[in-house]
């Protein structure tokens, strides 16, 4: 054997990541850009995501209070906003000391501002915090008839910066002809008429399709990953650059009669003779297990379909009677060949049935990250 078998890698190009940050701006020239790395950069590896766009990015969007504080602790010092919020009073202090911004949808929130207030008055930092809104998705958020008394009770904190901001995020954003998000957008704009906070409402697909909804900040997430937030569409039709490529390695190539099966089950059976390649990857390594035969990968840049149940460490191909490939032939899962061959990662979660956030959120820590 000459050729060298590489585990699961997920190979980022830091560069394209850069690119996509200076596509939104360029989409959205007023705006700041709220960079959204939740989820470690949705698969992508969050300090070196942080670190790339360091120069770039105006602040941070994240989901959890450990995810901001792991920023922190690499010595992020932009901005970091905690997009649900905090969860218990508890984090009060840990926002405090390392100067995190939240959102504030609900009163136990309010309370605990109100609390923390009276417990620790000697604090002289200030709290920064959003409002955020329901303008229709009926998720996350205050109520429309209910900003106004969440904003005047924040206003009278002690410990609330009063700068107070205020954020909304749509439900049917890519959906253009459906009336929704124009309904969204009056009733957001509506909430903080004559307050003189900032505002965002757009993630991705409001930046790409709402430059109604950009105004002060945008929050990018899907995008800076050259990802589009449909499948219908490529990221690369909206001047992005994919960021990620998921390959991994032959280990076994095997001589297949026709008739007899492959895998658990045995539910796929060859109709011909034909040669199976065996790859090192599986739902162990995050790709679905349920996955339709038929789906795509590349073999030295070529498309051949997924045959047979997806394994925890294994994916069985078929690469055809004539197939020259070799163990240790490269295998993209999405992204780019060393040919030049590009699977792009939209196209894998339509056949699959997924959007591409599942696919490159469910990784698992056994993926081996490159940086290029
Ligand atoms: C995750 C998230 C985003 C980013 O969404 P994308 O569709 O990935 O751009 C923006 N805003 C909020 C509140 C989010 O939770």
Redesign the pocket.
Known sequence: MTKVVKTATATVSLSALRHNLQRVKQLAPQSKVLA?V?ANAYGHGVLAVADALAELADGY?V?RLSEALALRAHGIRKPILL?EGFFSVADLPLLLEHDIETVIHSDYQLEALESAVTTNNKLDKKIKVWVKIDSGMHRLGVNLDQVDTVYQRLQRCANVDPQINFAS?FSRAEELKCGYSEKQLANFEQACDGKNGERSLA???GILYWPESHFDWV?????LYGIS?TNEHLATEYGLKPVMTLSASLIAVRDHQANEPVGYGGNWISGKDTKIGVIALGYGDGYPRDVPSGTPVLVNGKRVPIVGKVSMDMITVDLGADSCAEVGDEVIFWGKSITGEVLPIEEVAKQIGVISYELVTKLTPRVITEYS
């Open positions: 959204i939740k969007g989901a997009l995020h993630a991705s697909n929050r990018p997430g899907i995008i937030p």
